[in-house]
């Protein structure tokens, strides 16, 4: 019975995004995680903040979650920012053999999640999607679809649309990157083409904001994309001048590959520009990586009409 309930959910969402690409021409619409608060639209559309962060999940299996998301969380509220983004790896995960396991991990989460009194979007990562070998694995996917919502999908906030990316899709032919990872970062034809038509689709909004788990312009390249497929995905990126910020996790730090030494704040922007402000910001809670920027962190983003100030905060 739960391998065809996988299965439904499985169908019900390939033909969601068929749909999408056929009759929408966007992405499917991305919902808050279960638990948050829904969508209250800020009563200025040219004037609101919003709180991005991510990795959190536990150093080990059946380790409890970390108290950092819960900081961040509390501080989300405390900034009265009007919503948060969050770029993947919530959980452990990595467990399709058990069900009661990952659901579990999920409720923790989502308990956290709650605390910051707005809605809370997640990109899912590595974590939620793959199986114990770091493949992909059609019943973590199925179950982060049950417990947490679409794999990726736009929502309009303001005057900005927010595309939620899932970036650990299983490259075609053999497990190579070019950088040395055997399951890098990766978007399939199917959520390529939905992200090409939705970012043609709202050429009109003051800004874009993407967030997914690998990052594009990684600290290290084995972190990244597979090298076509980010090499794709960057010249996509570039031709659209109102994509102001592209954020992400994976690599368990802070890293600003557009300043000097990779620590500085993000220069403020205002659009049309190009190209986009890609940040990585990893530091929710996971086991820090061995680097410069290997510290908690989150950012909170301001956005005032054409403007967008951005500024990242350590958290001991």
């Not at 990726?152 to 595309?163: C, D, E, K, Q």
């Not at 990126?237 to 300043?259: C, R, T």
């Amino acid at each position: 019975m739960k391998m065809k309930r996988c299965l439904r959910l499985i169908a019900s969402l390939l033909f969601a995004t068929l749909a999408s690409i056929c009759i929408h021409a966007q992405m499917p619409n991305l919902t808050p995680l279960p638990g948050t608060e829904q969508l209250t639209p800020p009563s200025n559309p040219d004037k609101f903040t919003f709180l991005v962060a991510g990795d959190n999940r536990p150093a080990h299996s059946g380790d409890p979650q970390p108290p950092t998301p819960g900081k961040i969380l509390e501080a989300a509220k405390a900034a009265n920012v009007s919503f948060v983004l969050w770029t993947g790896d919530t959980i452990s995960g990595k467990d399709p053999s058990s069900e009661a396991k990952i659901q579990a991990q999920y409720k923790d989460f989502l308990a956290i999640a709650a605390k910051a009194g707005v809605p809370v979007y997640n990109a899912p990562g590595n974590h939620e999607m793959d199986d114990s070998n770091d493949v992909p694995n059609s019943q973590m996917l199925a179950w982060y679809i049950q417990y947490m919502g679409p794999q990726y999908g736009a929502v309009n906030i303001g005057n900005s649309r927010f595309i939620a990316l899932n970036s650990e899709q299983t490259p075609p032919g053999p497990e190579t990157s070019g950088s040395g990872d055997k399951e890098p970062g990766y978007v399939d034809d199917t959520q390529f083409q939905l992200l090409e038509a939705d970012l043609k689709a709202n050429k009109k909004m003051a800004h874009i904001f993407i967030f997914m788990h690998h990052p594009l312009e990684p600290y290290k390249k084995k972190d990244g994309f597979e090298k076509e497929n980010g090499k794709a995905m960057l010249k996509l990126l570039a031709k659209h001048d109102n994509v102001s910020f592209v954020f992400s996790g994976h690599e368990h730090m802070y890293f600003n590959p557009q300043s000097k030494n990779g620590l500085g704040q993000p220069d403020p922007r205002k659009d049309p520009s190009t190209p986009p402000t890609y940040i990585v910001t990893g530091g929710a809670g996971a086991p820090l990586k061995n680097a410069p920027g290997g510290f908690n962190n989150y950012l909170i983003i301001t956005v005032d009409n054409d403007k967008v100030e951005a500024k990242m905060f350590k958290i001991k």
